[in-house]
């Protein structure tokens, strides 16, 4: 399953005409296309689905939903998968 998982945004440039973003959740961090959020900067968090940045949205309810999706156990096994993925492509 694929969860939207909210992150923050820890550097962002172009590549090859796409603005792309370094995002944090957590402890990982992931490359993640900002295209569908350009209002959004360094510093603010975005709801993050299959590797692009959706929404912005605030801190306060970045935290809660990381917190919820964490407690259900669904953000160790959601981001993990995206590792496994990311790992087996190099």
């Excluded at 940045?53 to 959601?78: F, K, P, W």
């Amino acid at each position: 399953m694929c969860l939207a998982i909210p992150g923050k945004i820890v550097s962002s440039e172009l590549q090859n005409g796409i603005r792309v973003g370094r995002v944090q959740f957590g402890g990982i961090t992931r490359e993640t296309c900002l295209d569908f959020v350009p209002e959004a900067s360094i510093g603010d968090y975005v709801i993050v689905h299959v590797g692009f940045a959706i929404s912005l949205v605030d801190r306060e309810e970045a935290e809660r939903s990381y917190e919820a999706l964490e407690a259900m156990g669904l953000l160790n096994g959601e981001l993990e998968s995206e590792l496994e993925e990311s790992q087996a492509e190099q």
